[in-house]
């Protein structure tokens, strides 16, 4: 029985070894790498150095199929982050529909069959709150089931 708890002590510290192995903690936000962006995002890049709020971050897929909401802390000024996904996104194959820029900036892209919808709004102390929302477009004249 002792032999037991032991092993089950011993994988324990094992698991959380490993967990803290990998630089970032359980449900913890994390900064984002050219690595990590090509991995999730693939097809939408995202700001240098800007932090994913994994709480509020629902990914499906990967590189440039993932459908989801990214939700991002960015620094800088409001209108250099808003001209970075303004003028970014089309260099990956992004058509930019709509944008406006204001307290709540909102900018719209099409590319294929999915629209992404970023919304970006100065979070104070020079920090940005970014939510990247990817979904699939409605084709026109489709119907709703």
Do not use: H
């Not at 995202?46 to 909401?69: C, D, F, H, N, Y």
């Not at 990214?70 to 003028?87: C, I, N, W």
Request: net charge neutral; glycine share 12%.
């Amino acid at each position: 029985m002792n032999s037991i708890k032991y092993l089950l002590m011993l994988s324990f510290a094992a698991l959380l070894t490993a967990c803290d192995a990998g630089g970032s903690s359980i449900g913890g936000d994390s900064t984002v790498t050219e690595a990590t962006s090509k991995q999730l995002t693939g097809d939408v890049p995202l700001p240098p150095g800007a932090t994913i709020k994994q709480q509020e971050t629902l990914v499906m897929g990967a590189g440039s199929t993932w459908m989801g909401r990214m939700s991002l802390t960015v620094s800088g000024e409001p209108q250099s982050v808003f001209a970075y996904f303004r003028d970014g996104l089309p260099g990956s194959g992004w058509t930019l529909t709509s944008s406006s820029f204001s307290k709540l900036s909102l900018l719209t892209f099409t590319k294929a069959d999915r629209v992404a919808n970023v919304q970006i709004q100065n979070g104070g102390f020079g920090n940005n709150d970014v939510l990247i929302t990817v979904a699939p477009s409605v084709r026109a004249g489709a119907t709703r089931p």
